[in-house]
């Protein structure tokens, strides 16, 4: 099926690329279809995009990129809402602000994005953890993430993102990501 | 709503695991102690507000707010 997008114009996904939100997020309650783009830029920011809604798309990333010791200390009833058994075979992403000055971005820990990707079911997960920001700035952790992504190849790259859950389960049953063609190959 | 007076000292039960203390009173300020099983979720309303305001403004981002961080890189 094709969706629109307003930032990144018709995108092809396949019905198992969608995951639901069943609370939608936090202040977009009636949105509960996603799917995940990747721009493929060299960022290592990815899009949260919403099926229904072209203009409404969340930037996020892996924790791990910027902040080697996060720990998204999941409770039983927060694996049960996307019927996850164990933390290690969730993704999660933090919610990105991108201010106009790019050097104040900022990161959500507070309340990432959990999916599970063999059910498609994912959930802005508020944790009770006090200390987490809602505004994390990560900027500089950011760039120097990237500059040592891009010392080596783009197989590894890409490798490292899904390489979590795509190892242990049968791709059709998994969410993939959207991986646009490159723009600056056209 | 359901709208209830409670003295100091004096408390709440939800349910049959959680309780709610009217801890200390002063002037225009209530303190609460909270009695809840581990996997409940507590917080201050304020911190719903501050991520749904997070998630507004993150959502008026585009590809192009990244151009400048793209330029920051390849300048290196």
């Known amino acids: ?186 | 709503m359901l709208v209830l007076t409670r003295k100091l000292g004096e408390s709440i039960a939800i349910d049959d695991h959680i309780k709610i203390v009217v801890v200390q009173i002063k002037g225009k300020q209530v303190r609460l102690g909270i009695k809840a099983p581990k996997e409940t979720k507590i917080h201050r309303e304020e911190v719903y507000q501050a991520i749904q305001d997070q998630n507004k403004e993150a959502s008026s981002a585009s590809p192009a707010s990244l151009d400048s961080l793209s330029k920051d890189l390849n300048d290196k």
């Open chain 1, 1 to 186: 099926m094709q969706i629109s997008t307003s930032r990144f114009g018709l995108i092809e996904i396949n019905e198992t690329d969608i995951i639901k939100f069943n609370d939608g997020i936090l202040g977009f309650e009636n949105e509960d279809k996603f799917c995940i783009v990747d721009p493929n830029d060299q960022t290592l920011i990815v899009w949260l995009q919403s099926v229904k809604t072209p203009e409404l798309a969340f930037p996020m990333i892996e924790p791990q990129i910027f902040k080697a010791d996060y720990q998204a200390n999941l409770l039983p009833a927060d694996l049960a809402s996307v019927q996850l058994e164990n933390q290690a075979q969730a993704y999660t992403y933090n919610i990105l602000t991108i201010p106009a000055d790019i050097s104040e971005m900022s990161a959500n820990l507070k309340a990432p994005i959990v999916v599970n990707p063999n059910t498609s079911l994912g959930k802005q997960i508020v944790l009770q953890d006090n200390k987490l920001e809602v505004k994390f700035p990560m900027y500089k952790e950011l760039k120097a993430a990237i500059l040592s992504f891009k010392q080596s190849d783009d197989s590894v790259r890409t490798s490292y993102r899904p390489a979590k859950a795509t190892e242990k389960a049968d791709a059709q049953t998994q969410v993939r990501m959207i991986t646009l063609s490159r723009p600056d190959a056209v």
